[in-house]
């Protein structure tokens, strides 16, 4: 019903930035939340940043002041620009996108590697 499709991805270096895109398609008319989250191996799905359809926008300690959430509502994307990277921000990352309270999607996951 629901599509989302991520991009940016890639091998960095420390300090070094990068920029995830993710676009949803489907038919659908609005999205109330979206956002990112992040798998490192051997760690749990963590929220990395939301933000929701009049912009408020919510971030996790580690990536405060580093990273940036934005979206554009009429290409129902969002954006994730990720400044000052470090090698622990290596993890697998997921779009999110919930439309109610109940129902929501994932994107596949995009891999971002930070090493030297």
């Known amino acids: 019903q629901v599509q989302l499709v991520e991009s940016g991805g890639g091998l960095v270096q420390p300090g070094e930035s990068l920029r995830l895109s993710c676009a949803a398609s489907?038919?659908?008319?609005?999205?109330?939340?979206m956002g990112w989250y992040r798998q490192a191996p051997g760690k749990q799905r963590e929220l990395v940043a939301t933000?929701?359809?009049?912009?408020?926008?919510n971030y996790a300690d580690s990536v405060k002041g580093r990273f940036s959430i934005s979206r554009d509502n009429a290409k129902k994307t969002v954006y994730l620009q990720m400044n000052s990277l470090r090698p622990e921000d290596t993890a697998v990352y997921y779009c999110?996108?919930?439309?109610?309270?109940?129902?929501?999607?994932w994107g596949q996951g995009t891999q971002v590697t930070v090493s030297s």
């Open positions: 999110n996108a919930r439309l109610t309270d109940t129902v929501g999607y």
């Open positions: 933000i929701t359809s009049g912009g408020r926008t």
């Open positions: 489907g038919g659908i008319f609005s999205i109330y939340v």
